[in-house]
C-alpha cells in the first residue's frame, strides 16, 4: 500500500502514522492527499506558494500535499492552488476568518452548510487557539508543577542567565542535516520564529519536569511537532552547556566547613556519598542497544548514570549516561569519578557498590552498610552502625527523588531521546541545585 507524506514544511502529516495526523477546523470529511498537477502553469503556482515554507523545496511526481493547505479541504474550481499553513509560523494561525463565499465548489453545487460549519468552527478555535505562556502561572505551586524550579523568581533569573547567549543559537532541524554539516545545529539561526524565547524555555521545561510527548506540547503552544522537537532539543544542549557550572565539586575545605553535624560525629572525612539510579526506556529497536540496556535488577530496559552528593545536599556529581547492563562498579571505574577523590577521602556508598579496591588504589575508603548475611543476625555494633549510615543515606535519596521530581527520568523515556539523555541529565542535576538545601 503506498504511504503518503505531506511535503509541506512544518506539516508533519504522513499517512503511515494516522494517530498523529492533524486535520484542520476547516476540512470536512477525511484528510486526502493530493498530487502536483501535470499543467506546467499550474504547478508552477503550487511551487511558488508551498516554497515559501521550504526554501530549497524541489517538486516531483511523487510529492503530495494534503487536505489542509487548500481553502476548501482539496483542490476546487474556484481555489485549486494550496494556500494554507504553508510556513511553520502558520500553524499557530487560525484559518482564514475572513473567506469569500464561493459561488460554486467542486460539485458545481452552490456551498450551502458545510462553509456555515466551518466558519462557526473556525470561531471556537479563535477562543481555544491560547497559547501557553509563563504569564498564566500566578500561583507558585504551579511555577514548581510545570518548571521544577523552585519558584517564579528562580525562572525569571535562569531566563535573564541564558537569554542573552539564546538569542544567538543555532536550531536544531534534525539528524540528516547534523550528519550532512557535521555540526550540531544547522545553520538556521533565530529568525521569525513561532514562540518567544521565553516560552522557548518555559516549554523545555515543562517537558523536562512533566516530561509531556511532543504531541502534547504541540498543541498546548500551538506549534508543529517538528517545532517542539527542534526548540527541546536546541535547549537541552544549550542549557547543558550553559548551566553544567552548577555541579560543582568543592574543596574538601569547602565541605567540611559546610558540613552537618551529624556527619561531623561520624563521618568527618566523608567528601561525598554516591548512588546509580536507572531510568526506564523504550525497547530498543537496535539489538545491539538493547543487550546494552537490559537491566537484570529492573527487568526493563534502562540507562543508568551515578550521582553524588556532598554531605550537605548538593549535587556534586554526575556521571555519563551508561546502559542498565553496566554494574555501579564498571561505571565507578570508567566515568572518572575516581579523578576527582584525593587521598583520604571517604566515599559513601550502599551495598551493590563492590568498589573497596578501586578506592584503595586512590587511597580512598569507602564506608557501605554491614552486608547481610541471611542466616547470621548482625551484632549490636552492626546493627548501630546500619542504621547511622541508612539515616545518613537518606540525604542520598533525597537528591536522587529531587532529580526524579523531573519526570522525564522518571516516565519510560522514549528511544527518540536516547542521543540527548547526557545533556537532560546534566540540566535536571543542574536545576536541582537551585532547590533550598536539602534537610535531614
Ligand atoms: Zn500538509
Not at 499557530?92 to 458545481?108: A, H, M, V
Not at 551515578?306 to 548538593?314: E, F, Q, S, W
Request: aromatic share 10%.
Amino acid at each position: 500500500m503506498p504511504h503518503y507524506r505531506c511535503c509541506v514544511g512544518g506539516c508533519d502529516n504522513d499517512s503511515r502514522y494516522p494517530e498523529k495526523v492533524l486535520k484542520r477546523g476547516h476540512v470536512t470529511g477525511d484528510l486526502t492527499w493530493h498530487y502536483f498537477p501535470k499543467d506546467p502553469k499550474e504547478r508552477a503556482l503550487w511551487v511558488k506558494n508551498i516554497s515559501k515554507g521550504l526554501e530549497d523545496f524541489v517538486v516531483s511526481d511523487y510529492k503530495v500535499v494534503c487536505s489542509n493547505h487548500f481553502q476548501f479541504g482539496k483542490p476546487t474550481f474556484s481555489s485549486h492552488v494550496p494556500t494554507l499553513y504553508l510556513v511553520a509560523s502558520d500553524t499557530s494561525k487560525r484559518s482564514p476568518r475572513k473567506r469569500k463565499i464561493p459561488t460554486r465548489n467542486d460539485n458545481g453545487n452552490s456551498p450551502s452548510n458545510a462553509p456555515k460549519k466551518c466558519s462557526r468552527f473556525q470561531e471556537a478555535q479563535v477562543q481555544c487557539n491560547i497559547c501557553f505562556t509563563f504569564e498564566q502561572l500566578t500561583r507558585e505551586h504551579d511555577v514548581r508543577f510545570y518548571t521544577g524550579l523552585p519558584s517564579s523568581s528562580a525562572f525569571r533569573l535562569l531566563f535573564e542567565q541564558l537569554s542573552a547567549k539564546a538569542r544567538e543559537m543555532h536550531y536544531w532541524t534534525g539528524e540528516k542535516h547534523a550528519q550532512t554539516s557535521h555540526i550540531m545545529a544547522s545553520k538556521v539561526i533565530r529568525t521569525a520564529r513561532a514562540l518567544t524565547l521565553e516560552q522557548e524555555l518555559f516549554l523545555c521545561l515543562i517537558r523536562l519536569r512533566q516530561g509531556f510527548p511532543v504531541q502534547d506540547l504541540a498543541f498546548r503552544f500551538s506549534v508543529s511537532e517538528s517545532t517542539v522537537s527542534s526548540i527541546f532539543t536546541t535547549w537541552v544542549k544549550f542549557m547543558c552547556k550553559e548551566l553544567q557550572w552548577l555541579i560543582l565539586w568543592p574543596d574538601r575545605s569547602i565541605i567540611q566547613r559546610n558540613m552537618p553535624d551529624m556527619f561531623l560525629k561520624y563521618y568527618p572525612k566523608c567528601r561525598v556519598i554516591i548512588d546509580c539510579t536507572e531510568v526506564y526506556i523504550e525497547t530498543p529497536s537496535s539489538l545491539e542497544i538493547a543487550a546494552m540496556c537490559w537491566s537484570n535488577y529492573k527487568q526493563h530496559y534502562t540507562v543508568k548514570f551515578l550521582i553524588g552528593i556532598t554531605p550537605n545536599g548538593a549535587i556534586s556529581f554526575a556521571s555519563p549516561v551508561y546502559g542498565g547492563r553496566a554494574s555501579d562498579a564498571f561505571i565507578v571505574k570508567d566515568c572518572r569519578f575516581l579523578n576527582s577523590l584525593q587521598p583520604y577521602d571517604e566515599v559513601m556508598a550502599d551495598r551493590g557498590f563492590k568498589i573497596h579496591d578501586l578506592l584503595s588504589f586512590h587511597q580512598c575508603f569507602l564506608t557501605i552498610p554491614p552486608s547481610k548475611h541471611t542466616n547470621l543476625q548482625m551484632s549490636p555494633k552492626e546493627v548501630k552502625t546500619t542504621s547511622r549510615i541508612a539515616n545518613v543515606r537518606i540525604y542520598v535519596e533525597q537528591a536522587i527523588k529531587r532529580i526524579k521530581h523531573f519526570l522525564i527520568l522518571k516516565r519510560e523515556l522514549p528511544i527518540s531521546l536516547l542521543p540527548l539523555i547526557d545533556d537532560i541529565v546534566i540540566v535536571c542535576s543542574s536545576l536541582s541545585n537551585l532547590n533550598e538545601p536539602l534537610s535531614l
